[in-house]
């Protein structure tokens, strides 16, 4: 038996389309497996939270029927655009520094050289702003000090939220 055949034996492959497809809340997913433990995987998904609604599984199929090199090359060309945009203008408000992620559609930058904390930050930024940014601490205690914001709004949208965050921390500077 080669080595291939004893991989596929114990090889499992789960999956979703929220990030290739843009179908985040839709929780739609796949999984490869072998064909006995599929079986049980099947009880278990079923019993456990139910079963896909149609429109849902519809719509996983015409995202799989299209064009899918050339969609999300697509894609990834109009998220590099986004992310260009916010990591730039992150990194144009003074005691903001924003890397350039390389994966996602996320930016994680830091604003711990501002006198309030992350979290305190993302609900001055909720409240006086109207723009929803995720403190580090909801990462983990390691991520204090930083904020993550995604990128997946329009240009216009980002460009507007982008504003609203610049003017609340401007005040500390």
Request: aromatic share 10%; proline share 4%.
């Amino acid at each position: 038996m080669c080595i291939r055949d004893r991989v596929r034996e114990k090889l499992i492959v789960v999956d979703g389309f929220s990030k290739t497809f843009c179908m985040t809340g839709w929780r739609l997913g796949w999984a490869i497996m072998p064909a006995e433990l599929a079986d049980k995987v099947g009880l278990l998904v079923t019993h456990s939270f139910g079963c896909t609604a149609s429109f849902t599984q519809a719509a996983g199929v015409a995202a799989l029927d299209q064009e899918m090199d050339s969609f999300v090359m697509a894609m990834v060309d109009d998220y590099r655009v986004r992310r260009d945009l916010v990591v730039s203008t992150l990194n144009k408000i003074p005691g903001v520094r924003c890397p350039t992620p390389s994966g996602a559609f996320y930016a994680f930058f830091d604003v711990s050289s501002f006198p309030r904390t992350s979290d305190e930050l993302a609900t001055e930024i909720l409240e006086d702003g109207g723009c929803a940014v995720l403190p580090g601490s909801d990462f983990g205690v390691a991520s204090a000090g930083y904020m993550r914001i995604s990128y997946v709004s329009a240009v216009p949208v980002l460009e507007e939220g982008l504003r609203r965050i610049a003017k609340v921390l401007s005040k500390y500077s």
